[in-house]
């Protein structure tokens, strides 16, 4: 979107989600102003190893690209089309590759062995046979085609510096790799804020202000907090999948481990998708707590309002988050967080003065951290000469500067 508003005509080339059988796949539609185009490639239903090139995807990049003709393919995932910089090339078009993951090094994804213990070096292909029980081609084969690979893209950026250095402890030449954390979109958060506060019956348009480093003003919350009681909890939030992997029960296990009288409300927002099992245990874990809620799936755009009341946003992953943008969104709102110390996560707090970090899985030490809180609300500030994250509109000019390198 942000562009589009730049003056740049873009599309989206998206897999068909899950829901959806190969039939009843829509083939375009726009998204806010953007067109997408949906398309159901081979991988989506078949386990086709990334390695090798499978053709009835390759025609698919083939007949977009043909019929776009763009001047740039920018890669975001490269799941579903890791053919996608082959057939940008083959057509004489720059590829730039987004990392937001460990995909190349790692076909699990999140660097997660399969006994669910942290890995952070692969041996190039060796441990995924040895201790994920991976055929080779998932394995050392693997390793091969993606060293070719990431070293074959025209340009690879990285919200994440941690990111960076994990693929170059695993072998992988990063020196010209770009830095770019994610923007948060100042504009539309203050846009939200506006029409929040606005009067009701209010009329006109609510535009946000701008502040001398050319963000939107955002009000600053919880200038003085008051003490924490009973019928005032600090709000406590977990914002994110429910999956084991991201640890909410590292959470409710640190809530349950404060005193019975502790004022504190901890909500879990999100859903679990295909581990309803996992939050079925998480449930059972609170065991009625009445500080313990379940909020449900939420939408992205509704950010502003839930974090409005919130006092601490909790990241407790137990694997190497890259860049959480929920966590960073929080940030730039004020809101302190508490997270892993680990991976992007601990890079965030430092990067940003953004709060506190805890050893990953230990809720005894979350449960000191909010007990700290309790104690002392003025630690939920945050430093008011602090650095924020950039604003969505740096993150696309430093990305437009790559586009214009690659094509002047």
């Known amino acids: 979107r942000q562009m589009r508003l730049m003056g740049h005509e873009t599309l989206v080339l998206s897999v068909v989600p899950s829901r959806h059988e190969p039939e009843e796949a829509p083939g375009s539609y726009l998204y806010r102003g953007g067109r997408v185009i949906q398309e159901y490639p081979s991988r989506a239903t078949k386990a086709i190893p990334d390695c090798e090139v ?3 995807t390759a025609e698919i990049l083939r007949s977009v690209i043909s019929s776009f003709k763009p001047d740039v393919v920018h890669v975001m995932h490269p799941r579903f089309f890791p053919e996608a910089r082959l057939v940008a090339h083959s057509a004489a078009v720059p590829a730039v590759l987004h990392l937001h993951d460990y995909w190349f090094v790692c076909p699990r994804i999140n660097f997660l062995r399969a006994d669910g213990s942290l890995c952070s070096d692969a041996g190039h292909g060796k441990d995924c046979e040895t201790l994920c029980g ?17 070293a074959g893209y025209d340009a690879v950026i990285s919200p994440s510096r ?8 695993n072998g992988f030449s990063t020196e010209q790799w770009h830095h770019i954390p994610y923007g948060v979109d100042y504009r539309g958060l203050s846009k939200q804020i506006a029409q929040e506060q606005r009067p009701r019956g209010a009329e006109g348009r609510a535009d946000a202000s701008r502040s001398a480093e050319g963000r939107p003003d955002l009000p600053r919350r919880h200038q003085r907090r008051r003490k924490f009681t009973e019928r005032n909890p600090m709000v406590v939030r977990f914002l994110g999948t429910i999956l084991k992997h991201k ?22 927002h999100g859903s679990s998708y295909h581990e309803s099992d996992y939050e079925k245990e998480l449930r059972e874990k609170a065991g009625g707590d009445p500080r ?27 694997w190497h988050e890259n860049f ?16 892993s110390d680990l991976g992007g996560m601990a890079e965030l707090v430092s990067e940003y003065q953004a709060g506190f970090t805890f050893p990953a899985g230990d809720s005894d030490a979350l449960a000191a951290i909010i007990e700290k ?8 500030e945050l430093p008011s000469d602090r650095l924020k994250p950039p604003p969505l509109e740096e993150e696309a000019a430093r990305i437009e500067h790559i586009y214009r390198q690659l094509v002047c």
Request: proline share 9%; charged share 20%.
């Open 247 to 268: 640890g909410p029960h590292v959470l409710l296990e640190a809530v349950k481990a404060l005193p019975p009288d502790a004022p504190v409300l901890a909500a879990v």
């Open 162 to 169: 941690f990111l960076i250095e994990t693929f170059s402890l």
């Open 324 to 339: 959480p943008i929920t966590a960073e969104t929080a940030t730039a709102f004020d809101v302190p967080i508490a997270c």
């Open 292 to 318: 313990i809620v379940f909020s449900g799936a939420y939408a992205y755009e509704r950010i502003v309002q839930i974090l409005e009341d919130t006092h601490l946003v909790v990241v407790p992953s137990l």
């Open 373 to 380: 809180c309790l104690a002392d609300p003025t630690l939920l």
């Open 54 to 56: 499978d053709e009835a």
């Open 134 to 150: 991976m055929d080779p081609r998932w394995g050392t084969q693997r390793y091969a085609w993606a060293l070719e690979e990431l």
